[in-house]
């Protein structure tokens, strides 16, 4: 069992930035691959960002490339989310993920543990 606690979210003007963090305990940090979806009201959840294991690559949502960052810091059990540029159509409820193959997947259904996501909120 991995256990995955989000924070970070809160309420931010269009343009602005926000730093999501998902903290995870429970099994080895490194035996997983970690994702980050979002779901607004309403819609389904979509694939953000992922990273695998080793942090060397990254994969992006092209509605958030180059204004989101994923990263992660094996020594803390940490996964990141930096989000610059922020729009209106970027407010969801953020959720962190782990799946137990090394490489990440844009699909929600192929992550095997989920935290309670954090919101996020952008307005014009």
């Known amino acids: 069992q991995v256990q995955l606690v989000e924070s970070g979210g809160g309420l931010v003007q269009t343009g602005g930035s926000l730093r999501l963090s998902c903290a995870a305990s429970?099994?080895?940090?490194?035996?997983?691959?970690m994702g980050w979806f979002r779901q607004a009201t309403g819609k389904e959840r979509d694939f953000v960002a992922g990273?695998?294991?080793?942090?060397?690559?990254?994969t992006y949502a092209d509605s958030v490339k180059g204004r989101f960052t994923i990263s992660r810091d094996n020594a803390k059990n940490t996964v990141t989310l930096q989000m610059n540029s922020l729009k209106p159509e970027d407010t969801a409820v953020y959720y962190c993920?782990?799946?137990?193959?090394?490489?990440?997947?844009?699909?929600?259904?192929?992550?095997?543990?989920w935290g309670q996501g954090t919101q996020v909120t952008v307005s014009s």
């Open positions: 993920a782990a799946r137990s193959p090394t490489y990440p997947s844009r699909e929600f259904t192929d992550y095997n543990y």
């Open positions: 429970g099994r080895s940090f490194t035996n997983y691959a």
């Open positions: 990273i695998i294991v080793s942090g060397a690559r990254t």
